[in-house]
């Protein structure tokens, strides 16, 4: 089993920015490829970024490239998600995401089923 917990979300201006953290346990966080999602008020969920097992790969929805920034630290077992220049379309739930079929090559990063285990969420509001 994995232990999924996110922080750093909260309210922000529009152009402003915020950090996600996912904090990992149970498991050797560097097997792990990590994604992370949004689902927002009344949508299904989608995918926003994912880094690969070994944090060579990145991935990023068409709608965040160019203002977020995925990375990994496998000593602190810990995957982030630098967001800037934040929109009122960004408002959602934001949740972290792990999973063993995320790897270098793969072309399931961006998939939801690709992940066997998802945190809590994290609200990030955006306002106008």
């Known amino acids: 089993q994995v232990q999924l917990v996110e922080s750093g979300g909260g309210l922000v201006q529009t152009g402003g920015s915020l950090r996600l953290s996912c904090a990992a346990s149970g498991r050797t966080f560097s097997s792990l490829g990590m994604g992370w999602f949004r689902q927002a008020p009344g949508k299904e969920r989608e995918f926003v970024s994912a880094?690969?097992?070994?944090?060579?790969?990145?991935y990023n929805a068409d709608s965040v490239k160019g203002r977020i920034t995925i990375s990994r630290d496998n000593a602190k077992n810990t995957v982030y998600l630098q967001m800037d220049s934040l929109k009122p379309d960004d408002t959602a739930v934001y949740y972290c995401?792990?999973?063993?079929?995320?790897?270098?090559?793969?072309?399931?990063?961006?998939?939801?089923?690709?992940?066997?285990?998802w945190g809590q969420g994290t609200q990030v509001t955006v306002s106008s």
């Open positions: 880094i690969t097992r070994s944090g060579s790969s990145t």
């Open positions: 995401a792990a999973g063993s079929r995320c790897y270098d090559g793969s072309r399931s990063c961006p998939v939801a089923s690709t992940y066997d285990y």
